[in-house]
């Protein structure tokens, strides 16, 4: 097998269908669905699937922006473990995600991941220790984190490591572990003894 002369970076796809800003053009999803409303429609896309349509005229526009990136589209499966299997490094700018178990399973496939300070990315993370975070909406501190990550490649792999190491924590039997931990950490004497001192509100 012969080695990459470059990392491979993943990026989850449906950023685009969320109008989130795409790190890696200088235009955003709304400008690109304002050129896909004046765009002239061949008579024979007229019976297609609108959003698959449009996903697929949203992937040849930013292929064009972007002519080194791949855009796969839908991957599910085997495939999309394939994905997380032959990258590097996992960029993730979302904003709009809630937990998102599109990062753990990043951590699980041994990646370094790149992320703001928000959702799981925020709370599975620890800066520099098993991923790089940026605050939430800062892409001058995102853009130039992925540089550092481009630039040292033994880095990453580390933090890849570190990734994979905390994912495996991630199973049922340490959830329910640290949720009991903390229903007895509530129940303790201490805790207890705190809650009576607190003022009733009245109604």
């Given amino acids: 097998m012969t080695a990459r002369s470059a990392a491979c970076w993943l990026t989850p796809p449906r950023m685009a269908r969320h109008n989130e800003r795409m790190n890696a053009t ?30 697929q005229w949203l992937n040849e526009a930013l292929a ?4 080194d990136a791949i855009f ?37 496939s041994g990646l370094a991941i790149l ?18 975070l940026a605050p939430a909406g800062d892409e001058t501190t995102f853009l130039r ?12 792999r580390h933090l890849g ?14 959830i329910i572990a640290g949720i009991e931990a903390q229903y007895l950490a509530a129940m303790s004497p201490t805790a207890q003894a705190t809650s009576a001192l607190r003022p009733v509100r009245a109604g």
């Fill in 64 to 67: 064009a922006q972007v002519p």
């Fill in 72 to 108: 796969m589209g839908t991957q599910r499966g085997e495939a999309l473990a394939r994905c997380y299997a032959s990258a590097d490094v996992f960029a993730f700018a979302s904003l709009t995600e809630t937990f998102g178990n599109v990062v753990p399973e990043a951590m699980a």
């Fill in 26 to 55: 200088h235009s955003s999803i709304a400008d690109l669905r304002k050129s896909y409303e004046r765009a002239e429609l061949s008579e024979d896309a007229s019976h297609a699937d609108p959003l698959q349509q449009f996903d």
């Fill in 115 to 132: 992320a703001y300070q928000h959702a799981a990315a925020g709370q599975l993370i620890h800066h520099g220790r098993n991923g790089v």
């Fill in 145 to 156: 984190l992925a540089r550092t990550l481009a630039s040292d490649a033994a880095w990453a």
């Fill in 161 to 174: 490591r570190q990734a994979r190491e905390t994912a495996q924590a991630l199973d049922w039997q340490h």
